[in-house]
């Protein structure tokens, strides 16, 4: 079993900039993929952006430019994203996941973005 625990989410004014992390820990075999979905009162839960073992990225197009995420370069089962820039319509749940190889999900960290 995986564990994921996530820290850093909270309240900021738009514009302002937020760091959330994910640690993953348990029987990890082997990470391929890890990165963040979010999901906004009345949505669908949505991609945010992913991180491969060997460092290629992806962004959902809402993100790019003001958010980018990085995993621990040591351990490499840690992730983190950080928000920039931030809008009111960033403001969701954000959940981090990591494939080892199936996939497991962290409880999630409320970011509010307020206008």
């Known amino acids: 079993q995986v564990q994921l625990v996530e820290s850093g989410g909270g309240l900021v004014q738009a514009g302002g900039s937020l760091r959330v992390s994910c640690a993953a820990s348990g029987n990890i075999f082997r990470i391929n993929n890890m990165g963040w979905y979010r999901q906004a009162p009345g949505k669908q839960r949505e991609l945010v952006a992913t991180?491969?073992?060997?460092?290629?990225?992806?962004y959902a197009d809402s993100v790019k430019g003001r958010f980018t995420i990085s995993n621990d370069t040591a351990k490499k089962n840690t992730v983190f994203l950080q928000m920039n820039s931030l809008k009111p319509e960033d403001t969701a749940v954000y959940y981090c996941?990591?494939?080892?190889?199936?996939?497991?999900w962290g409880q999630g960290t409320q970011v509010t973005v307020s206008s």
């Open positions: 996941y990591v494939d080892s190889p199936i996939r497991y």
């Open positions: 991180v491969t073992s060997g460092g290629t990225t992806n």
